[in-house]
């Protein structure tokens, strides 16, 4: 059994090793981005048991999240008994800043003024907020317009010539 143990731990932290580790910060890594990983992880690796799966990601966590999550779990009388979507509700309710979908809309609009600042960073801010905003059915095109409203007005210009270059308008 110990030797089973060691040899998923093995295998679950080589396919987990080269992503980011979860420390709070939703630009870095997204909670639902870090819950997509794990559930795939532990799809391929056939490991179904929530309270292992629980232990196991624990390793996606940094020292302030894990030591968060453990007390927490001390407090709850969980430690040997905690499940992943015990553990992901928990991250969502500690670290999810954005709550609604009205309060990501207006990050949204506000992000505008931070696409100068860091781009790489203006992307996956950008790409986590539209997941919190319940857009209607044409989603991407509502998600086309969020972003190019962002865009500085000089980048605009030639997104519009590509554009109407691309879809002949």
Not at 24 to 45: A, N, P, V, W, Y
Not at 153 to 169: A, N, P
Request: a negative charge; aromatic letters at 10%; proline letters at 2%.
């Amino acid at each position: 059994m110990a030797e089973q143990a060691g040899r998923e731990l093995s295998s679950f932290a080589q396919a987990v090793h080269n992503h980011l580790q979860f420390d709070g910060h939703m630009e870095m890594l997204s909670i639902d981005r870090m819950e997509e990983i794990l559930k795939g992880t532990f799809r391929i690796l056939q490991l179904t048991d929530e309270v292992w799966q629980a232990q196991l990601a624990q390793v996606m966590l940094n020292h302030n999240v894990l030591q968060s999550w453990a007390a927490y779990c001390h407090s709850e009388g969980i430690e040997d008994t905690a499940t992943l979507p015990r553990m992901i509700s928990f991250l969502k309710a500690t670290y999810d800043t954005v709550s609604t979908a009205y309060q990501a809309l207006d990050e949204l609009v506000a992000l505008k003024f931070k696409i100068d600042e860091d781009l790489p960073m203006f992307n996956q801010k950008f790409n986590y907020l539209v997941a919190r905003v319940d857009f209607p059915v044409d989603q991407l095109s509502i998600t086309l317009n969020h972003y190019h409203r962002t865009m500085p007005v000089d980048i605009k210009k030639s997104c519009l010539l590509q554009t109407s270059l691309l879809y002949g308008k």
